[in-house]
């Protein structure tokens, strides 16, 4: 029971927003040393705006707060969609933590760490305050004249408030939710899937075991020749809360894949947007490709085998019991646990052959996709008669491991029950043929069978699906390890190092004794590399293909951590200053095919290192910097200007159009340190030069990388 409170009484001050924060975490399953390792709850310094400390303390304690502006004729229907949310109120000088929504109101973590109800209007009426205090004179003086009841009054004022606050907007709102790439296991708990687990399996359990019994009566009464209508009601009674649990059960694990599925795709998203640049480079678009196949298979095979493999475990505990409960039935008992030995070495092998065709496909699939994307060098270099060749050098072993693959499945799936139909009949055959058993032993013994069998199958299937899903996990690791690398906290650092960086007078970048290996090569890429950039420098490095230029850019920029030596920006590490202040200060603008135009309009791709949505000083100063650039004719051109959609499917723009877009993109993010590599190649002489001195005007310091 959550007792009810005033909202005051729950409410947070702005100065212990850091410890409101902790407090959701800690009731999130935080662990206490991960609270403390993380750096605590010190507000940043007091030059940071409330929006600023609640991202930059969310970060630290692995959580994400995404800001949302709620329409003010929306904010009832944003309330009533419950938390986890950080709601400000008292014009941001208070703040009110959401848990979740409840019956009565809103569940509310208070300053005490307990959890209370307050009433949803009263959060909305301080939360619009601000904006409705010019109106309610006025308003309330209009419904004084036209002489509106009092019963009716409130109704009234919330109406005409919605209709005259249509373009209002409530900005000090925060959604709060742990990262995707926390603990599964705890983000099953904070979903309440553990809950659908134990409610899909208990509710199946009892089903079965209700609907064993009222066989049981029937046939018992058979049997004995005493069918009274009390005990056949009796059973229709227990048959029929059978059947209402298995319905239960199936819904319950219905919602169990949904949630399940939801939790999966994130989590991999997750994973996929925090891969190491360096290793989706040294990967193939074939590799990606298969991954993207696997993730889906552990979706599908995981939801569709994991409940049958419960469901058939939970038929086998009664199928074992029904047997064990006469002494007729003990051997054939005994007999059933051997077989399910024999089965998990089946299943054994059907696994290493699964893994091996999974691997088969995989590479397959990376081959093809690589020969599809190099097609046309194919054909003009390879003679026609050569040109099949690795593909059938590659079907054949795959061939053949699908031929085991489907041995193995089909001794899985249907040698396993119907084997074990026969050997349990003939076991407890001669029992009843003998007569060492009673009629109601005997049909117990083969009830036990019967189940079993009818448990096996099921098993075989479940398993089936299971250990796909297992391979695909372990194809998708990468991406898991990913989330949870980024979950763990990249961008944990304090920002009260921001100012100290700023004010530094010395080197802007320093670099000692740097070294780098890449993992498929043997000799150092970069061998004691030594470096020092000042402030308003201009740099111009030059070298041969391989020679490292990128590798050394990727690591000034923070794209790929230094494997031996020391790197300090401002007279800070990486772990002290945080990745993501690190890419503030120091932006690259890679090689071409590295960068991208994504499908949106032009003015999005060139602020995405700004802020989002935009306001009018930051598309002045893009029309700017782009007329600087020699991309005037192309905003003229263009019959939406800076709204004008770009990309596969809209305006179409040349290789030079691109990479000044993306030079632009870099110069208007206003970073310490700009990189350029080898962003000129695509440029006429004469607008090379006049590319090459706006960012000699924009960039305060610049390194232009570039071919000898």
Known sequence: MIAAAPLDQVAWSALRLGEAIEAFARYHGAPPAALVARGAWAVPSTAFTPGDCVEHLANHHGLEAEAVVVPYPALDRFLGAGGPALLGIDDDTRFVLVVRRARRGLVVLGPDDRLRTIPTDAVQARMGQALEASMVPRLDAMLDEVGIPARKRQRARASLLRQWLQAGAIQSCWLLRPRPGVSLWRS??????????????AAHAIGYGLGLLAVSLIGRGFLLGRLDPGWLYASGLLLLLSILLGLFANFTAGQLAIGFGVLLKQRLLYGTLALDPAEIRHQGAGQLLGRVIESDA????TLGGGGALV???????FAGAVLFMRPAGRLAGLLLILWLACAASLFLRYLRRRRTWTRLRLGMTHDLVERIVGHRTCLVQEPPSRRHEAEEAALSPYLDASRDLDRSQTALAALVPRGWLVLGLLVVAPFIIGGRADLEGAALCIAGVVIAYRALRSLGAGLVATSGALIAWQEIAPLHEAAARAARGEDTAARLCVDRLEQREQALVEVEHLSIIHPHRTSAILRDCA??????DRILLEGDSGSGKSTLASILCGLRPPQHGTLWLGGL????????EWRRHVVLVPQFQENYILSGTLAFNLLLGRRWPPEPADLEQAAEVCEALGLGDLLRRMPSGLDQIVGETGWQLSHGEKSRIYMARALLQEAELVILDESFGALDPETLQRSLGCAFERASTLMVIAHP
Do not use: S, W, Y
């Open 573 to 580: 590490d990486r772990q002290t200053l945080g990745l993501k």
């Open 188 to 201: 099953v708990r904070e979903r309440g899937l553990h809950r659908h687990i134990l409610q899909a399996g």
């Open 531 to 536: 470096l020092r950039i000042f402030p308003g």
């Open 311 to 317: 469901f058939a475990l939970i038929e086998l505990c």
């Open 298 to 301: 552990v979706e599908t095979l």
